[in-house]
């Protein structure tokens, strides 16, 4: 990239990094520093704020520049990610949103520990949450790394290295000083910024085919060297039997895994009542629907206007496809026009995995400090020293995040939600239904709901394609590939269901009747909620 793009894109992260820093600063000095003020920011957002920062939360860096990515690359399969995104909000509006707002408090483990034993449930769901959520902040670090090495001219992994890093930093600032009033109002402005590019490079695309859909894709096959294959499944998932199966168990994992995520659970606790909570719901599917329609005409407008050949030179997984189209429409690399448009796509990824980043670290050091540390001290902890606690754990979240988003660099980045996703529908989901519809429910069903799920997922991943056994693997030298399959889901999500429903009909302790028709009650009414 030549030295305008760099100084102008520079400018324009500085100046997004600049606002968002001083919205932390402006809420770091009115806080008063309790519990519900630095986990849910006091639940004084309106279902609209919390509408904007649940699609802020939502339209991550897997969503802007991975599903791009792929749509470029794989044309049809590329779309299942856009579709099981989307389809997945049907699921949490209709099973989670509300219920969970009434059952809750700051986590997902208060919803199942409303009605069992606090202390396994608690230690069980907590380390699910925080497991979950490393995963999902590894993929943002990925696209963070991808991103700014393309700004820089691929001037190799020290940048990526340093990019990685100082995002990781960032976000400890963001959660410890702010906690969840600014990252709230960061989402929401990044929401914004996201959705206006999204919409202007749209606009581009169709008019570069005269508003000819047809025509777009027909161009995008031509150049995509598979004809008419590019647009019919098969081209990634179809090779074989074993291609098809995770085709499945991807759908399975995205369509299921967004209502056990915890930093989109914790959106539901920021607003007064159940009421505001799906009305919550309802804006996001507004806006998120826009979205992810939008990324279907951007991905295939990358393969039409920059070639697949092109994006796969410039990143291999194809997380660079969106920066590389806005380039080409603003008029090519020498171009004052491209080099705005450029600055202004790679400004908006960057507040993206920012914001998304921020959202992600507060969720799980809640769950450090609201679940783990709360249980494993033999007295309560005071709210104070719990906050303390959430700061402190931010920091370790973020160092560790930091680790793994430089070891899986060379990733896709929605590839890598992909595997978050799965983690989440095998460990978080069925505790979380269990708890809210099945009577007979008991406490050690749960634990063995969440680690049925959480450990046969990890192991499954540890033993996949994507650690070891191929070229594209993180160790590509080394090969202990035992299961074939690149997502975990078609197995861990049952796994986690069938191991929930062994535990409660072996366990001796009796269901809590009572406690259960209380539960049921709060859940459907919002009587007695928080």
Known sequence: MTGQHQTLALLLFSAFIAVTLGITTWVSRNRHGSAEEFYAGGRLFSPMENGFAIAGDYMSAASFLGISGLIALFGYDGLLYSVGFLVAWLLVLLLVAELVRNCGRFTLADVVAARMRERPVRIAAGTSSVT??????????????????????????????????????????????????????????????????????TVLVLMRFHGNFDRLLTTAAQRSGHGSAFLAPGLKYGGNWT???????????????????????????????????????????????????????????????????????????????VPLLALDLGGGADSTGGTVLFAIVAAVAFATILAVVAGITLASSASVAHDLYASLRRRRAEPYSEVAVARTAAVGIGALAIGLGLLARDLNVAFLVGLAFAVAASANLPVLLYSLFWRGFTTRGAVWAVYGGLVPALALVVLSPVVSGSPESLFPGVDFQYFPLQNPGLVSIPLGFVAGWLGTVTSAEPPD??????????????AGAV
Not at 174 to 186: D, F, N, P
Not at 248 to 257: K, P, R
Not at 513 to 526: D, K, M, N, Q, W
């Open 132 to 201: 979950v959520s490393v995963l999902y902040l590894v993929a943002q670090m990925v696209g963070a790394g991808s991103l700014v090495a393309l700004l820089l001219g691929r001037t190799g992994a020290a940048a990526q290295t340093w990019t990685v890093i100082g995002v990781g930093a960032l976000m400890v600032i963001y959660v410890s000083l702010g906690g969840m009033r600014a990252t709230t109002w960061i989402q929401i402005v990044k929401a914004v910024l996201l959705l206006g590019g999204t919409v202007v490079l």
């Open 243 to 321: 291609a098809r199966l995770d085709f499945i168990s991807l759908g399975l994992a995205l369509v299921l895994g967004t209502a056990g995520l915890p930093h989109i659970l914790s959106r539901f606790y920021t607003v007064p009542t159940a009421r505001a909570a799906r009305r919550s719901v309802v804006w996001s599917i507004g806006l998120i629907g826009g979205f992810y329609l939008m990324t279907i005409v951007l991905g295939f407008g990358a393969a039409a206007i920059v070639g697949p050949e092109a994006v796969r030179t410039s990143n291999a997984a194809g997380n660079t496809a």
């Open 513 to 526: 009747e009572a406690r259960h028709a209380e539960i049921e009650v709060r859940s459907l009414t919002g």
